[in-house]
C-alpha cells in the first residue's frame, strides 16, 4: 500500500504546455506514473507529445478546465506547473473541480494567495493540498506526482514526510537499500496544505508502513506539535532529523517559513521536543538514515 497516491491514481498536470510543464510529465511519465492529461484553458483540444525512453512515446490531450479533464479521463490527483501569480486561481479551479489531490510545486507563491486558496478549499471541503514550493509526492514502484526522483530507491516499507525537497532525495538515497512505501514534500513556506501530522497519522494507519522518517527545519513550531501528536497518535517508530543545527539565531534560512527568534524554533529545542516523545533524531541525514535502520532491525 501506499499513502495518498497509487498504482490506481490518474494524474492530470496544470500547466502541463510550458517548459517545465512538459520536463517533469516527461519525467513522471518515465517513472510509470499515470499521467492522463494537462489543462490549458488557451491550448484546449491539442496534444502534447511526449517521448520519454520508449519506442513510440506517448501523447497526451490539453482540456480547458479541470472539471472537463477529470470527466473526460477519471482523473484523481493534479499536479501544478504553473506561475506563482496563477497559482491561487489554479488550486481554487481544482478545489471547485473536487479534484482529491492537489499537487502544488510552484515556489514564490505570495503567501497571502496561499492563504485564500486553502481557506476555499477547506471551505469547499474534498480536496487534499500538498505544497506549495515542495517536490511532490512519490510511491516507489506505483506512481510519482511532482519532481522527485524515480529512480533513487525503490519500494519498500519506510515512510518519510519532509519539509526539505533536497534532503528528501537524500534520505530516498541513503536508504535505497530498505525502500519506501510513500516519499511525502510537504513543503517549506509558512503556510502549507498537508503537514507533518497528517503525514505521520496517514502512515500509522497504513499497514505497509513500518516506520516514519520526519524531516523538519528550524523556524515555526510544527515539529513540536508532531511531536505532540506522535505521543497521543503514533505507534510505530518515528526518527527525525531538523534542518539548521548550525544555523545563526535570528537568520532566515532558505524557506520562507524557516525563521528563529530567540530559543524559539531552534533546531536543538525541535530535537529536544522530539526526543522526549522516544522519537530518535539524527544529527546528519546519514545518521538520521542508519537510526532508522537499526531501528528497523530491531522492531523487524
Not at 117 to 143: E, T
Not at 177 to 186: A, E, H, L, M
Not at 189 to 214: K, S, W
Amino acid at each position: 500500500m501506499a499513502i495518498f497516491l497509487d498504482d490506481q491514481s490518474k494524474v492530470i498536470v496544470q500547466g502541463m504546455t510550458g517548459a517545465e510543464g512538459q520536463r517533469h510529465t516527461r519525467r513522471m511519465l518515465a517513472a510509470g506514473s499515470n499521467v492522463v492529461g494537462g489543462v490549458n484553458a488557451r491550448k484546449a483540444g491539442t496534444w502534447v507529445a511526449f517521448d520519454y525512453g520508449t519506442s513510440d512515446g506517448t501523447s497526451l490531450p490539453v482540456f480547458g478546465t479541470v472539471e472537463e479533464a477529470m470527466k473526460e479521463t477519471g482523473a484523481n490527483v493534479s499536479v501544478l506547473f504553473v506561475p506563482p501569480r496563477f497559482t491561487k486561481d489554479a488550486i481554487v479551479e481544482a478545489t471547485d473541480a473536487a479534484m482529491p489531490l492537489i499537487v502544488v510545486i510552484t515556489e514564490g507563491v505570495p503567501v497571502h494567495d496561499t492563504a485564500e486558496a486553502f481557506a476555499y478549499a477547506q471551505s469547499k471541503g474534498g480536496s487534499r493540498i500538498i505544497g506549495p514550493n515542495c517536490p511532490g509526492i512519490a510511491s516507489p514502484g506505483k506512481s510519482n506526482a511532482g519532481i522527485i526522483p524515480s529512480d533513487i530507491t525503490g519500494q519498500g516499507r519506510i515512510g518519510l514526510v519532509s519539509k526539505s525537497g533536497t534532503l528528501t532525495y537524500q534520505l530516498m538515497y541513503e536508504l535505497r537499500d530498505v525502500g519506501f512505501s510513500t516519499c511525502v514534500g510537504i513543503g517549506g513556506d509558512p503556510i502549507i496544505g498537508t503537514t507533518h501530522i497528517d503525514c505521520l497519522q496517514a502512515f500509522e494507519d497504513d499497514p505497509e508502513t513500518d516506520g516514519i522518517i520526519m524531516v523538519g527545519e528550524i523556524g515555526g513550531d510544527a515539529e513540536e506539535r508532531a511531536a505532540d501528536y506522535i505521543k497521543q497518535n503514533v505507534t510505530k517508530p518515528v526518527v527525525g532529523y531538523v534542518a539548521g543545527f548550525t544555523a545563526p539565531e535570528g537568520k532566515t534560512m532558505g524557506h520562507a517559513g524557516a525563521i528563529v527568534s530567540g530559543s524559539s524554533g531552534t533546531a536543538e529545542a525541535k530535537k529536544e521536543a522530539l526526543e522526549a516523545v522516544g522519537v530518535k533524531v539524527g544529527k546528519t541525514p546519514t545518521e538520521t538514515a542508519e537510526l532508522m535502520r537499526k531501528t528497523l532491525q530491531t522492531t523487524g
